[in-house]
């Protein structure tokens, strides 16, 4: 029972280091998502994926870019971090439809110094 | 705005108490609604849909309520389990799915 994989767990970066978030689902889910959550705030969506090979952006896109390598797994890169990039990071996944439940991954703690 | 609002309270209620939260939308156009639930320092989790006829599980009690546009949530007889942070989501149909977040309320039931 898998569910929604994401790695790393926990992560410290300099300013202008690169990174890659890996995020993985066996549910065979067609909708997938990156979010940030700021400590004390809500879940904000940075990007998004209806299904394979479609990407579109979220509400804070900037900074990141991502790649949905197959129907399993979506990616979300920092190609030059920024200290306003600490945050924790989930990705989650749903059937497409307005009526589905999203599935969270454990989260990434992105630290960047 | 936000297009989703939540009391962020905290709300701190002794074991046994009733606590509800409100949510409130702006998008008219909106079509599903949820309750998630976030334990500390962990993934969201969906506790119920929200049916505009209303529905309820078990101690809780979710309403919606189109012409105001705000969905509830009712906790009776709280437990010191239920404390955690509680959020609104909203989807639209046009979004492909996508769902929209409230900050969340949150929640601590004391002894």
């Known amino acids: 029972n898998a569910g929604v994989t994401q790695t790393p767990k926990f992560q410290v970066l300099k300013t202008g280091q690169s990174m890659t978030l890996q995020c993985a689902q066996d549910?065979?889910?067609?909708?997938m998502y990156w979010y940030r959550q700021d400590p004390g705030m809500g879940l904000r969506l940075i990007y998004y994926?209806?299904?394979?090979?479609?990407?579109d952006k979220g509400e804070v896109p900037n900074g990141y870019n991502v790649s949905r390598l197959n129907k399993r797994e979506f990616s979300l890169r920092l190609e030059s971090a920024a200290p306003s990039q600490t945050s924790v990071y989930f990705c989650?996944?749903?059937?497409?439809?307005?009526?589905?439940?999203?599935?969270f991954g454990q989260g990434t703690r992105l630290t960047v110094v | 705005r936000k297009e989703v609002e939540q009391d962020p309270g905290p709300f701190n209620v002794p074991e046994g108490a009733t606590v509800a939260f409100n949510c409130t939308y702006s998008?008219?156009?909106?079509?599903?609604f949820f309750w998630y639930r976030q334990d500390c320092r962990k993934e969201p989790k969906l506790l119920m849909s929200?049916?505009?006829s209303g529905n309820e599980d078990g101690r809780f009690t979710a309403q919606l309520n189109r012409a105001s546009q705000y969905i509830s949530l009712l906790i009776r007889d709280s437990k010191l389990s239920d404390s955690a942070t509680y959020l609104c989501?909203?989807?639209?149909?046009?979004?492909?799915?996508?769902?929209?977040f409230g900050d969340g309320t949150t929640l601590t039931v004391k002894p």
């Open positions: 994926s209806a299904s394979e090979g479609t990407t």
């Open positions: 989501v909203v989807n639209m149909v046009t979004n492909a799915g996508k769902s929209t």
């Open positions: 989650a996944s749903s059937h497409r439809g307005r009526d589905t439940e999203a599935f």
């Open positions: 998008n008219s156009a909106s079509q599903s």
């Open positions: 549910m065979n889910h067609n909708s």
């Open positions: 929200v049916y505009s």
